[in-house]
Nanobody, 118 residues
Framework: QVQLVESGGGSVQAGGSLRLSCAAS????????MGWFRQAPGKDREFVAN????????YYADSVKGRFTISRDNAKNTVYLQMNSLKPEDTAVYYC???????????WGQGTQVTVSS
């Protein structure tokens, strides 16, 4: 059974940084793409970042490009999201997902809250 467990969320002031982690188990981590998504109150879930199976290809939403970095450690079955220069509009529940491409995921984590105050 695939499990994705996010951690690292919290509260931070604008301009600060957080690093999210997502530990995966249940199938061969290095065979799958990983993604981060977020959902703010009253809004739809939106794509944040994606990384391919070997970490060589990444994609970012325009709203986070240059501030967020996605990475993975296949030896630790973990994907990361380094978030710098955080803005109040980054406040959301952040979810990791595992799947086959930037647009195709079949497993999701339970989410971790990120709150950025001005």
């Amino acid at each position: 059974q695939v499990q994705l467990v996010e951690s690292g969320g919290g509260s931070v002031q604008a301009g600060g940084s957080l690093r999210l982690s997502c530990a995966a188990s249940g199938r061969t981590f290095s065979s799958y793409a990983m993604g981060w998504f977020r959902q703010a109150p009253g809004k739809d879930r939106e794509f944040v970042a994606n990384i391919n199976w070997n970490g060589f290809t990444t994609y970012y939403a325009d709203s986070v490009k240059g501030r967020f970095t996605i990475s993975r450690d296949n030896a630790k079955n973990t994907v990361y999201l380094q978030m710098n220069s955080l803005k109040p509009e980054d406040t959301a529940v952040y979810y990791c997902a595992q799947g086959y491409s930037r647009d195709s995921y079949d497993y999701w984590g339970q989410g971790t809250q990120v709150t950025v105050s001005s």
